[in-house]
């Protein structure tokens, strides 16, 4: 006797309708009145239909500009100004020193990983890579989604030859949880950069 499955209707897509596909999720030893400083007692966390790709970025320029203004408002360094140098990006991936993984739902672009390729000026003959910038729009992060698109940015360094990779993190960036992520995926710190 063959048994029985229960049948799921196919989740809706969040860009198919007005809201979009949210889970609440509730931490069982949340307490009222904690400091604010102490983690969420409640998070959602949506589950969208992400896509990961290798994108030029002469095709996605014009699609940058929203995100870079939100990754700045949430990241940006205090008292500078958002001003990228679009010439210098289009520049560099002319010249093959600019690839970048991007995250999308649907057609709509949500995130993006730059990486900075190139030699290095004492071991000119290994290919490095910096990861110069990487954002998610804040309502596609959770789950094991970030983690699979760090192993394609990975896998297309990979196959560009690349041997040694570097990504700077702000130390506080999400609780330090940024920084677990990429330990999952074989990083560890080697070295503090200073600012003023």
């Known amino acids: 006797m063959k048994a029985l499955e229960r049948k799921r209707p196919r989740p809706q897509r969040p860009w ?4 979009p596909n949210v889970i609440e999720l509730v931490r069982p030893d949340a307490q009222p009145g ?6 969420p007692k409640t998070s959602r966390v949506i589950r969208p239909d992400l896509t990961f790709q290798v994108e030029r970025f002469a095709d996605i320029a014009s699609e940058l500009p929203p995100l ?11 008292g500078i100004p958002l001003d990228p140098d679009w010439n210098r990006m289009f520049v560099s991936e002319v010249q093959g020193q600019l690839k970048i993984t991007t995250a999308r ?10 990486n900075i390729i190139g ?5 000119k003959s290994t290919l490095y890579s910096n990861i110069d910038n990487f954002w ?8 094991w989604a970030v983690m699979r698109w760090l192993q394609l940015n990975d896998a297309m360094l990979d196959e560009l ?11 506080d960036f999400m609780a330090g949880r940024v920084g677990n992520l990429f330990r ?5 710190p080697v070295e503090t950069t200073w600012s003023r």
């Open 136 to 143: 998610l729009d804040p309502a596609y992060r959770g789950g």
């Open 119 to 123: 030699g290095h000026p004492h071991y």
């Open 16 to 19: 198919d309708r007005e809201t």
């Open 68 to 78: 870079f203004a939100r990754h700045w408002q949430e990241l940006g360094e205090q």
């Open 105 to 114: 739902v649907g057609k709509v672009l949500v995130g993006y990983i730059f």
């Open 184 to 188: 999952r995926l074989g990083y560890r």
């Open 161 to 171: 030859g690349v041997k040694k990779r570097y990504i700077g993190i702000a130390n």
């Open 34 to 39: 904690r400091h604010a400083r102490s983690a």
